[in-house]
């Protein structure tokens, strides 16, 4: 890989996004062409060199002819293989700098757009292109180097027939371009049927990556059947597209075949009528059915050159949409530095996290709690509205496909838009008197840390889960370890603490993957903790010993937790109820009950189905509350 990066991409239409990737590698790319160029000269200057040998060698006689122009052929299949060598090495590096590079890019907008990313683009999508649209990338660069080499080979094999006879010159200038040009129908169906072709076989890897992540909980609930039909039947959807987009390229192939074996008929008979009239030599028509045979390799690269080109067209189409995600986060012009040991103010539901404390966020409608953990931590909403149906827009024709590309267009500027005003301006959520949009970002991640039920575990060691940063000290670890109550898990863990654990906690439980997530948020010591439903995946006697640990050991720091656990409402310093998205009220857990029928429905869920009947709770749901 080059040591410099890539730099920004070209993401305003998929030729420029093509044109900018080759670039990026000229010099390479250069070389390999003049390599290709080299190592075809033997197989376009050959066939005269061999005519040569027969008029004025075999038939006249002279040995001292044969030997010097087999010498040069000689000499020139030397230089020939060496090109070859030279071009075989620039081809394999200028293909992994294209799927490596592309690999590179992909990566640094996954960083960039963290969290967003999976909101805006399907994790199938992103595989796809940091995998398979990189390779064509890649392919595409072996292809064109090569197709300078056969273009080479033609003007050389056209310059030498034009010298030796007008008539067939004429032929070989003429021939190769209308050959090429008259596959031009085949191609736009064809780019059509393998963009279809395209966004099956990433829907089909979105899918396998859901069922993969999810195949504990689905073993558990006996889903394994309804997704074993979904995924077979969107297989079978993904090999029909395949099956379609391979006849349209297989009757390209076949055009290629017929129609370079046309020319070597073509150009042979004539060859034969020339030498007939007295025109040509028997050594020159020799000559001629080589150059007719050695056209069959340049004109086949010229329609795979198309071929090829095509494929990049469709990858690099998908490319620009993940790597033309705008970047949502904007830089203050001058940062302000976050107070240390203040509160934290939510403006739009009016909410404050009091420094030191632990509060707890309680909401009859979950999605309200975790938009306001989202706003604590600086994180953007999901996307609003329904992408673009891409097999249409792949499948779509004329008028109907500029409509399709128009609506992505204006879909995705109206997500930028919002994006945009949502992390641009004032974030509306500040930290003391410092609103969360002035402060760096990296800031506002190591002072706020958010933690749910869909953070990620990755593979390795459970030292490694818990202390990612290798900061903590055995006691420290433990300590976070015990609070979480996931003791157990590190005795049977066969190793402890450098017991393996697989990519996202398979094989282990929800709740002890819920456990560990906390460990972990719990040993990275944030200033402000928000948590997300921490305990909803533990049973009662574990849940009460979190909540009781939880209390101790962030006393004195800020934390909030979004739940409605009568056992962390017990232990929380302070509850806010959340009604439509506002804070309605706020007080202890003894004093809400007191006085609140909307905080009993929601904590006291037996009172649920009596709706709001009950203005005050009777003894047993005390009793049960206290419980």
């Not at 293989?81 to 490596?100: D, E, P, S």
């Not at 989202?374 to 409509?403: N, W």
């Not at 948020?521 to 009460?544: K, M, R, W």
């Amino acid at each position: 890989m080059p040591a410099r990066d890539f730099g920004a991409p070209d993401v305003r239409g998929p030729m420029r996004f093509l044109f900018w990737l080759s670039w990026q590698q000229a010099p390479a790319l250069a070389v390999s062409s003049l390599f290709a160029v080299i190592s075809f000269i033997p197989g376009s200057v050959g066939p005269f060199i061999v005519g040569t040998i027969i008029d004025r060698g075999i038939l006249a006689g002279d040995p001292a002819v044969v030997l010097r122009w087999s010498a040069l052929l000689l000499v020139l299949a030397l230089v020939g293989a060496a090109a070859g060598i030279g071009r075989h090495t620039f081809v394999v590096r200028t293909w992994l700098v294209a799927m490596y590079g592309t690999g590179k890019l992909v990566n640094r907008t996954t960083v960039r757009l963290g969290h967003v990313l999976t909101r805006r683009t399907p994790a199938g999508e992103v595989l796809s292109v940091a995998s398979g649209d990189s390779n064509e990338f890649g392919a595409l660069t072996e292809v064109t180097s090569r197709a300078a080499g056969a273009f080479a080979a033609y003007l050389i094999i056209a310059g030498i027939v034009l010298s030796t006879s007008p008539k067939l010159g004429l032929v070989v200038l003429v021939a190769a371009p209308l050959l090429v040009i008259s596959a031009m129908p085949l191609l736009r169906p064809m780019q059509r049927r393998q963009e279809v072709e395209r966004n099956r076989t990433a829907d089909l890897t979105s899918l396998a990556t859901d069922i993969v992540a999810g195949l504990r909980i689905l073993r558990g609930i006996g889903g394994e059947r309804t997704f074993s039909r979904n995924y077979d039947r969107q297989s079978q959807a993904t090999r029909q597209a395949g099956v379609a987009a391979g006849l349209w390229q297989s009757a390209l192939d076949g055009v290629a075949v017929l129609f370079a074996g046309l020319f070597l008929v073509v150009l042979t008979w004539l060859g034969a009528d020339e030498v007939l009239a007295g025109n040509l030599e028997v050594g020159q028509l020799v000559s001629f059915f080589g150059y007719a045979v050695f056209m069959v390799w340049p004109i086949q690269t010229f329609f795979e050159l198309v071929q090829k080109w095509v494929r990049a067209a469709v990858s690099a189409r998908k490319a620009i949409a993940l790597l033309g995600e705008p970047i949502p986060w904007r830089e203050p012009a001058t940062a302000l530095t976050l107070p240390r040991d203040a509160d934290i103010a939510d403006r739009r539901s009016g909410f404050v996290g009091r420094t030191g404390q632990l509060t707890v966020v309680v909401s009859a409608v979950p999605d309200d709690s975790a938009a306001l953990a989202d706003r604590l931590g600086r994180y953007l909403p999901a996307a609003v509205g329904k992408p673009a149906d891409l097999d249409i827009e792949a499948g779509a024709k004329g008028r109907a496909a500029r409509a399709a590309r128009a609506r992505r267009r204006q879909e995705r500027s109206s997500q930028a838009a919002r994006d945009a005003e949502l992390a641009g301006g004032q974030w509306g959520v500040s930290i003391g008197s410092v609103d969360l949009a002035d402060a760096r970002l990296a800031d506002v991640r190591r002072q706020v840390l958010v933690s749910d039920a869909s953070a990620v575990t990755f593979a390795g060691t459970l030292q490694e889960l818990i202390d990612p940063h290798r900061r903590l000290s055995r006691e420290q670890a433990e300590r976070a370890l015990h609070t979480a109550a996931a003791e157990d898990v590190f005795e049977a863990l066969p190793g402890g603490w450098q017991g393996r654990i697989d990519e996202r906690g398979r094989g282990l439980s929800g709740g002890q993957r819920q456990r560990l997530v906390l460990a972990r948020a719990l040993g990275l010591d944030p200033e402000i903790l928000v948590l997300v439903e921490p305990t909803s995946a533990v049973d009662a006697h574990t849940e009460a010993l979190i909540a009781a640990r939880l209390a101790e050991h962030r006393r004195g720091r800020t934390t909030i937790a979004m739940s409605v656990s009568p056992l962390l409402l017990h232990h929380a310093d302070r509850v806010a109820l959340l009604v439509d998205g506002q804070v309605a009220e706020e007080g202890t857990h003894e004093e809400l009950l007191g006085r609140s029928a909307a905080y009993r429905r929601v904590v006291v869920r037996s009172l649920d189905d009596d709706g709001p009947a009950a203005a005050a709770p009777t003894e047993p749901h005390r009793e049960e509350v206290d419980r």
